[in-house]
C-alpha cells in the first residue's frame, strides 16, 4: 500500500476553515428530515424565485442551441450591458474590455486574490467580515490582517484604524458594501476616505441594489484603481445559476484572463444570455423584492429591539442583521445550536464572522414574514426560559 504524503496542496486546505452557517444549515435539514419543524434564519440565499423574464430567456437560448463555451472574458453583450448599468446607476464610464464574467462572485475573488497575492502577502480584513473571506487568503498563502469595526459605528472602518495596519507586505484592502453580516453600507463620503487611502481595494458589492433608504454608491465612483466583485445571485435571486463578473483596472484584464482561462475557462453560456435580461428589463422585479425586503427588515429590528438584542446602528443594505447577545452568552457556536435544538430556529454564529462578532448571532430576512414572525416568536420564548432556568451563559 503506498503511503499517503501531505502535499502542499493538503497542507492549504487544512488551514481553510469550515463555513460554521453551512454546519448549521445542513445540521437543520437534518432535523426536517426526521420530522422537526425548522424556520431558516441562517442561510443567505433568497427565497424569490429568479424572475420569469430571465427564465424565459434562458430556455430560449438553450432551445436555440447556445450551450458552447463563450469567450473567456464572457459574452461581449453581458460585459457591454454591465458598463451600460454602471454609467446609468452611478454615473461611471466602464469599457466592456475591464469587465470579466465569472462563475459566480466567489470565483472572481479567487482570481482577482490570485494575481494580486505572493507568498505571506497581507489583506487587511474587517472584523466582522464575511466568513469565507479569511480562507481564500490563507488558501492562496497570504496573511488576513484584522480591523475591528464595532456596533457603535455601525461596523464600518475608520480610516485611521487601517492607515495603523498598513505595512510592506500589505497587498490588498477588502470592502464589503452593503456588508455580510452586518447590513453596513457605506456612504459617499466614507468611500472617499478609503479611497484616498494608499492601499488597493476589492469592493465586494454582490449585494448592490438591496439597500434600504440609503443612496447607493460603488467605489468605482471615487478611484478607478479599485477591484469590483459584482453578481446576480442576490439582487435577482439567482444563486443557482453561479454567474458573478469582476470590474478590474486594465492592466489586470490579461493575467486575470489566463486564470479564467485555465481554471474555468467560461461562465455558462446560456446564464449570461439570461444575465442581460436581468440588467436592462428587470429594474420592477428588484424594486418589488426590496420593497418586500424592507417590510421583513423593519419587522425584525423592532422584534429584536423588543427583546434587547438589535444592533446599535440600524442596518442598510443586504438581508441581514447581527444581533446581539453578548449579555447572554460568550459562545454563539454553542448557543446556536442549542437555538436550534430547542428553539427550532436556526441561526448563524457571530463567530463565523470574526472574533468581534462573538456573543452575536447573524439572522437572515430572506425568509417569509410569517416564518420570521414565528421564528422571532420561539427566538424569545427561549431567552426567556433559559433566563429564567439560569442555564445560560455570563
Known amino acids: ?41 441562517e442561510i443567505g440565499e433568497p427565497d424569490f424565485d429568479t424572475p420569469q423574464p430571465i ?11 447556445d450551450t458552447h463555451y463563450t469567450h473567456s472574458l464572457g459574452k461581449l453583450k453581458l460585459r457591454e450591458a454591465i458598463a451600460s448599468f454602471y454609467g446609468r446607476k452611478y454615473g461611471v464610464e466602464l469599457s466592456p474590455e475591464q469587465i470579466i464574467v465569472t462563475s459566480g462572485t466567489s470565483p472572481g475573488l479567487l482570481l482577482v486574490l490570485s494575481v494580486l497575492l505572493e507568498r505571506g502577502d497581507e489583506v487587511i480584513l474587517s472584523d466582522p467580515h464575511y466568513a469565507c473571506y479569511p480562507n481564500f487568503i490563507r488558501y492562496l498563502e497570504g ?82 484603481k479599485a477591484f469590483v466583485i459584482g453578481g446576480f445571485s442576490k439582487v435577482y435571486a439567482m444563486t443557482g445559476w453561479r454567474l458573478g463578473y469582476i470590474i478590474v483596472p486594465p492592466e489586470y484584464v490579461r493575467p486575470i484572463q489566463k486564470l479564467q482561462q ?23 422585479f428588484v424594486k418589488e423584492m426590496v420593497e418586500v425586503y424592507n417590510s421583513r427588515r423593519r419587522y425584525l429590528l423592532q422584534r429584536l429591539k423588543e427583546m434587547g438584542i438589535a444592533p446599535r446602528v440600524e442596518p442598510k443594505g443586504a438581508f441581514y442583521v447581527l444581533a446581539d447577545l453578548r449579555k447572554y452568552t460568550a459562545d454563539s457556536l454553542a448557543f446556536a445550536f442549542e437555538i436550534l435544538e430547542k428553539a427550532k430556529v436556526a441561526v448563524a454564529p457571530g463567530i463565523d ?41 455570563k
Not at 55 to 65: D, P, R, S, T, V
Not at 164 to 188: C, D, E, W
Open 55 to 65: 427564465k424565459e430567456i434562458a430556455m430560449k437560448a438553450l432551445a436555440e442551441g
Open 143 to 224: 496573511n488576513p490582517v484584522y480591523v475591528p469595526v464595532c456596533g457603535e459605528n455601525g461596523f464600518k472602518y475608520c480610516p485611521d484604524d487601517i492607515k495603523k495596519v498598513i505595512g510592506p507586505r500589505t497587498a490588498v484592502l477588502m470592502l464589503n458594501s452593503p456588508a455580510n453580516p452586518t447590513g453596513a453600507v457605506y456612504n459617499n463620503r466614507e468611500l472617499q476616505e478609503l479611497a484616498e487611502l494608499d492601499c488597493p481595494i476589492i469592493s465586494d458589492e454582490v449585494y448592490s441594489g438591496l439597500v434600504y433608504g440609503e443612496k447607493e454608491h460603488t467605489i468605482l465612483e471615487f478611484t478607478n
Open 353 to 393: 464572522f470574526g472574533s468581534n462578532a462573538e456573543g452575536h448571532l447573524r439572522l437572515s430576512y430572506a425568509n417569509s414574514l410569517e416564518n420570521i414572525e414565528e421564528g422571532m416568536n420561539r427566538l424569545e420564548l427561549f431567552l426567556k426560559q433559559a433566563k429564567f432556568s439560569g442555564t445560560l451563559a
Open 262 to 284: 485555465n481554471l474555468f475557462i467560461c461562465a455558462a453560456s446560456f446564464a449570461q444570455e439570461a444575465a442581460v435580461t436581468a440588467l436592462t428589463c428587470c429594474d420592477s
Open 1 to 41: 500500500m503506498l503511503e499517503k504524503k501531505e502535499t502542499g496542496c493538503t497542507l492549504r486546505a487544512r488551514d481553510v476553515n469550515s463555513f460554521i452557517v453551512m454546519d448549521v444549515l445542513e445540521k437543520a435539514q437534518e432535523m426536517e428530515a426526521s420530522g422537526e419543524d425548522i424556520i431558516h434564519l
